[in-house]
T-cell receptor, first 110, second 115 residues
Framework: AQRVTQPEKLLSVFKGAPVELKCNYS??????LFWYVQYSRQRLQLLLR??SRESIKGFTADLNKGETSFHLKKPFAQEEDSAMYYC????????????FGQGTELSVKP | DAMVIQNPRYQVTQFGKPVTLSCSQT?????MYWYQQKSSQAPKLLFH???????NEADTPDNFQSRRPNTSFCFLDIRSPGLGDAAMYLC??????????????FGPGTRLTVL
């Protein structure tokens, strides 16, 4: 079965420290991977998608098919990065449905 | 601003009393989704509409129904809410014409409490 795993429920770092939010998936085909973010009192929104290969707000994520991972990274965390981060998987023959991981709460301390 | 709107933001109902949650969108997207998110858990897809074509997830209880009278509106009906149905309900939309793997746009959610 398709599954997305985010092993950390909470990740706490200091401002300026590097951040890596882990995401592993299980799917035998070629999925599309996303990171969605939810800031306090805001709606869930797309942060980035692997197919775009872009950096958004300093975050990047590389799809590693060998390790079935899609970790989210940022070299220098900022306080405004504090939020809930969800890794999600979509696959072609399911009409773009998303399967979400459990989420990781990132807390960036001053 | 084009967006996804959910009403009400907070809904309290009694055990067994039918309740309807609503979602509207100004994005003119073909696809609308309903997710259930319980505390500290991942959003879980209940069903989605591609235009008027309804697609139910295999593990969605029969207690949950949906209606989409037009492109802009979609409703989630819970026929007989149980205590276990207390959750945040998220509506989302997407435009498949934007690509196979397309972004979903989420509403703010409706938090349902069952007494």
């Amino acid at each position: 079965a398709q599954r997305v795993t985010q092993p950390e429920k909470l990740l706490s770092v200091f401002k300026g420290a590097p951040v890596e939010l882990k995401c592993n998936y299980s799917y035998s085909g070629s999925p599309e991977l996303f990171w969605y973010v939810q800031y306090s009192r805001q709606r869930l929104q797309l942060l980035l998608r692997h197919i775009s290969r872009e950096s958004i707000k300093g975050f990047t994520a590389d799809l590693n098919k060998g390790e079935t991972s899609f970790h989210l990274k940022k070299p220098f965390a900022q306080e405004e990065d504090s939020a809930m981060y969800y890794c999600a998987l979509s696959y072609y023959n399911q009409g773009g449905k998303l399967i979400f991981g459990q989420g990781t709460e990132l807390s960036v301390k001053p | 601003d084009a967006m996804v709107i959910q009403n009400p933001r907070y809904q309290v109902t009694q055990f067994g009393k039918p309740v309807t949650l609503s979602c509207s969108q100004t994005l003119n997207h073909n696809v609308m989704y309903w997710y259930q998110q319980k505390s500290s858990q991942a959003p879980k897809l209940l069903f989605h509409y591609y235009d008027k074509d309804f697609n139910n997830e295999a593990d969605t209880p029969d207690n949950f129904q949906s209606r989409r009278p037009n492109t802009s509106f979609c409703f989630l009906d819970i026929r007989s809410p149980g205590l276990g149905d207390a959750a945040m309900y998220l509506c989302a939309t997407s435009d498949p014409l934007a690509g196979i793997y397309n972004e979903q746009f989420f509403g703010p959610g409706t938090r349902l409490t069952v007494l």
